[in-house]
């Protein structure tokens, strides 16, 4: 028997803290509620949303006046394989129930988030990408073959091979085709709990993109920090850190450093203060001119210098301090991420940081990443760069920042690039079937067809965008 009823809505919120919605809610703890949930949302004439961990940006995880089936306790590692580093897992498993369960045997996840807290589930929903883009892909590169559950009541198995069409479609298809039921993926080997990591300044835009694409062949990891807020010459300047797995036998102490105990991220700042906290100390800091100081702290105390990071450090900096989005305030922030070609993303991301600037409206944080193209239906990447940017909302701006991003994705579109439906929540219909394309479009609406032939699988962010197409 099911516990569902339908009389109390519970707000709410992305990642950010800037959205929020009231909505039904249902945690099940087994995989064999799921059609029953179905039927008798479909009996209430509730849309239905899916949600993991909730860590997307914008409105992917929510449903106002629907129902959403929150999947974290179906969260069962169901087979283990060390010999040959094939796992399966229900969606609920997160990024850090996987790493420590492989870890150990000398494996790790091929593609993670820049938070162990997101589910497989979410992952493959929205098809993460990671610090290493341009050599591994996303994380739907590197699965075998998932289980899911169709609105229909009926159980698909898919595999690049095996009803590979709905296999590229699911994978980044926003949760709107089916339930994962179980995930089957392939890790990526290492020898060491241990990364060799290069950091070094660079001085501009510029030079951020050239290092990203001169390490792409030699560092198996390469991310960027942009400040925002300074002009001039230096406009885009940053810190990189690329990184490389230590080769077998380069690490004398590599049985010690496998394990979970020695990766996890201190609890406290310098020994003494608890991260917990941190989020307090940073919120004063948290405007133009605290974030300015700040950046050019970060900047002149940079310096070039080659050492040893584990992999949850190097990986997970969104974890290093608990709770650090609500430095942003009450109204929480927004993220806007936009995907170039090597030869569009340095004029348009210098376009916009200056027209950021000059409307008092400049990000917080910048990072930039290199990337390459992939097969999947709803794809954000190209052979080309991101850049993604954080913005604080506040109760003056929130108008005026919404219509400074909407002048971003125009210049975005205009030069060919593409965006990521897990961080953006300004994008409009008209952006999504520029980048897209008709025919795209057209084949996600025969398989929602196909799939939900009720449409039963809707969320805020599926309305926002596809509704009216």
Known sequence: MIDLTFKDLQ???????????PSYYYQPVEIDLLPNILRLARENNLKVTLRGAGRSYNDAALNGGGLVLDLQRLNN????????????????????????????????????????????????????????????????????????????GAEVTCSPTHNGDLFRAMIGGLGMLGIFISITLKMKKVYSGLLQVEACNVPSLAAQLDFLDSHKDSAEYVVG???????????????????????????????QNLQVAFQMLPKHFFGVVPKSTLHYFMAPFMNNVGVKLVNTAKYLVG???TYRQTHAAYHFLMDYIPDW?????????????????????????????????????PSYLGVSKRHRPDDFLLSHALDGFSLA???????????????????FDRLVLQAGGRFYFAKNSETMPESALKFLGQETISKFQAMKKRCDPDG????????????SL
């Open 11 to 21: 707000r709410l919120e992305n990642f950010g803290h800037s959205l929020s919605a």
């Open 389 to 407: 940017m954080d913005f604080k909302v506040t109760r003056s701006n929130a108008a005026s920042l919404t219509s400074l991003l909407q002048d």
């Open 303 to 305: 310096r070039h210098k």
């Open 456 to 467: 039963l699988l809707e969320s805020d962010l599926y309305r926002r965008v596809f509704g």
């Open 77 to 152: 590692i169901l087979e283990w394989q060390p010999e040959t580093g094939i796992i399966r897992c229900q969606p609920g498993v997160t990024i850090q129930q996987l790493w420590q369960r492989v870890l150990p045997d000398g494996w790790w996840p091929p593609v993670v988030s820049g938070t162990m807290t997101t589910t497989l589930g979410g992952c493959l929903a929205m098809n993460i990408h990671g610090k290493n883009n341009y050599r591994a892909g996303t994380i739907g590169d590197h699965v075998q073959e998932f289980s899911a559950l169709l609105t229909t």
């Open 225 to 255: 920090w942009v400040d925002c807020l300074v002009r001039g010459a230096g406009l885009g300047r940053g810190q990189m850190h690329a990184a490389s797995d230590l080769p077998e036998g380069a690490d004398p102490q590599a049985a």
């Open 325 to 361: 989005e609500f430095s942003y305030g009450k109204r929480g922030l927004i993220q806007h991420q936009s995907f170039l070609t090597r030869e569009n993303a340095l004029p348009v991301w210098t376009e916009m940081l200056r027209i950021a600037q000059k409307r008092h409206l």
